[in-house]
C-alpha cells in the first residue's frame, strides 16, 4: 500500500493591487444590480426597506463614461454635521468598476495618511475603503433594497450639500 500523499494544487497569489481592481468590480456589479445609478438623472434619492435605514443616494454628475454618486444614511456625525457613514463612488460604465474614491468618517484622508503618503499607504486605504463599501452593499442588498425600493427625494440643503468633498 502506498502512504497519501497530500497534493498541494498552488493557485497564483492575487497581488493588492489585483485584488483591488476585482473590488471595483464587484462593487460595479452590487450597483448596478441594486440600484442601476447609471440610468438616474442627477439628484437625491432615498431607499427604504422595512425594519431598516433609510439609505440616501445621490447622483452629484453624469459624465460620458463615469457616474458620480454618494451614499449615505440621514445620521450626522456631531462634531460636523455631515452624514456618517458616507462613501463618495466613481462608477466608470466603459470599464465597469466602481471606485469608492473616499469614504466619510469624520476625518478627511490627508488627516489620516498624511500629505503625501507612499503608494502601498495609498493601496492599503484604497483597499480598506473599498473593502467597506462591498461589505455595505452586501448588507444593503440583503436588507431588501434595490430598484423597486428606491424613489426620489427632496433637494439637498444648499449650504452642507458638498461640504465634506476635499
Same mark, same amino acid.
Given at each position: 500500500?502506498?502512504? !497519501? ?14 485584488? $483591488?481592481?476585482? +473590488? #471595483?468590480?464587484? /462593487? ?8 442601476? *445609478?447609471?440610468? $438616474?438623472?442627477?439628484?437625491?434619492? =432615498? ?5 431598516? +435605514? ?10 460620458? #463614461?463615469?457616474?458620480? $454618486? ?18 463618495? =463612488?466613481?462608477? #466608470? ?10 469614504? #466619510? ?24 475603503? /473599498? ?5 455595505? $452593499? ?18 439637498? *440643503?444648499?449650504?452642507?450639500? /458638498?461640504?465634506?468633498? !476635499?
Amino acid at each position: 500500500m502506498h502512504a !497519501a500523499t497530500p497534493t498541494h494544487r498552488h493557485l497564483p497569489r492575487l497581488s493588492r493591487f489585483e485584488w $483591488l481592481m476585482g +473590488l #471595483y468590480g464587484e /462593487n460595479f456589479q452590487r450597483l448596478t444590480r441594486m440600484f442601476q *445609478p447609471q440610468a $438616474l438623472a442627477p439628484g437625491r434619492y =432615498v431607499s427604504r426597506v422595512e425594519g431598516g +435605514l433609510d439609505l440616501h443616494l445621490e447622483v452629484l454628475a453624469l459624465h460620458t #463614461y463615469t457616474v458620480e $454618486l454618494r451614499l449615505s444614511y440621514a445620521m450626522l456625525d456631531p462634531a460636523t454635521g455631515q452624514p456618517d457613514p458616507s462613501a463618495y =463612488v466613481r462608477l #466608470y460604465r466603459d470599464a465597469r468598476q466602481a471606485e469608492a474614491t473616499h469614504c #466619510y468618517i469624520g476625518r478627511r484622508w490627508q488627516d489620516v495618511l498624511g500629505l503625501r503618503p507612499s503608494v502601498q499607504v495609498m493601496l492599503g486605504h484604497r483597499l480598506r475603503m /473599498n473593502g467597506f463599501l462591498n461589505k455595505w $452593499l452586501d448588507y444593503l442588498e440583503g436588507q431588501g433594497h434595490g430598484p423597486h425600493t428606491l424613489s426620489e427625494a427632496g433637494p439637498a *440643503p444648499a449650504d452642507k450639500k /458638498n461640504a465634506a468633498c !476635499a
